[in-house]
């Protein structure tokens, strides 16, 4: 079993950035691929960014590839979102999720989830 614990959302100007962090607890994290969704209000929840364990491979969605960053700290457990030049349209609940084998594109590969921080982006 792993734990998984979002932190670092939080409202933003549009053009700002926020870092956040996804802490996981449990099993090893070592050889799990970890990702990030995100869910707008009547949104599907949609992939954002997906790091292997390795951190040698990282993937993104077109609407934040040159903005966003996924990395991750074996060391400490925890993955990371850095988000810069921030629109409105980015604003939604961000989820990490994790999982050893499936698409890191498709939510539905992922077996372990957090429980989501909220990232608001103002005009």
């Known amino acids: 079993q792993v734990q998984l614990v979002e932190s670092g959302g939080g409202l933003v100007q549009a053009g700002g950035s926020l870092r956040l962090s996804c802490a996981a607890s449990?099993?090893?994290?070592?050889?799990?691929?970890m990702g990030w969704f995100r869910q707008a209000p009547g949104n599907e929840r949609e992939f954002v960014a997906a790091?292997?364990?390795?951190?040698?491979?990282?993937y993104y969605a077109d609407s934040v590839k040159g903005r966003f960053t996924i990395s991750r700290d074996n060391a400490k457990n925890t993955v990371y979102l850095q988000m810069n030049s921030l629109k409105t349209e980015d604003a939604a609940v961000y989820y990490c999720?994790?999982?050893?084998?499936?698409?890191?594109?498709?939510?539905?590969?992922?077996?372990?989830w957090g429980p989501g921080t909220q990232v608001t982006v103002s005009s």
């Open positions: 999720a994790a999982t050893f084998s499936g698409s890191v594109y498709v939510k539905s590969a992922y077996h372990y």
């Open positions: 449990g099993r090893t994290f070592s050889g799990y691929k």
């Open positions: 790091i292997l364990w390795s951190g040698d491979m990282t």
